[in-house]
Nanobody
Framework: QVQLVESGGGLVQAGGSLRLSCTTSGRAFSAYAMGWFRQAPGKAREFVAAISMSGGNTYYTDSVKGRFTISRDNAKNTVYLQLNSLKPEDTAVYYC????????????????WGQGTEVTVSS
């Protein structure tokens, strides 16, 4: 069983930055690929970024490429999402998720989820 807890969300002006963290409990964090997803009000959950077990491979949705960076520290059981050049359309609840071995942009394939952290970007 893996428990995930996100933090770092908040209110920021357009063009600003935030750093989200997701700390996990349970064993073998390095056996999980990690993903970040977001859900805006009235919209479906969408993939944002994912990272491989070792951190050597990352994957982003097109709308965040060059602005967001996913990383992980396996010694701290933590995955991060650095959000730069934020836009009002980035406003959403951001969730981290874990799945065994291979990363994916399909939210249904992730077994474990955090409770979410809210990001609001004002114009």
């Amino acid at each position: 069983q893996v428990q995930l807890v996100e933090s770092g969300g908040g209110l920021v002006q357009a063009g600003g930055s935030l750093r989200l963290s997701c700390t996990t409990s349970g064993r073998a964090f390095s056996a999980y690929a990690m993903g970040w997803f977001r859900q805006a009000p009235g919209k479906a959950r969408e993939f944002v970024a994912a990272i491989s077990m070792s951190g050597g491979n990352t994957y982003y949705t097109d709308s965040v490429k060059g602005r967001f960076t996913i990383s992980r520290d396996n010694a701290k059981n933590t995955v991060y999402l650095q959000l730069n050049s934020l836009k009002p359309e980035d406003t959403a609840v951001y969730y981290c998720a874990a799945r065994f071995y291979y990363y994916s942009d399909n939210w249904e394939s992730y077994a474990y989820w955090g409770q979410g952290t809210e990001v609001t970007v004002s114009s």
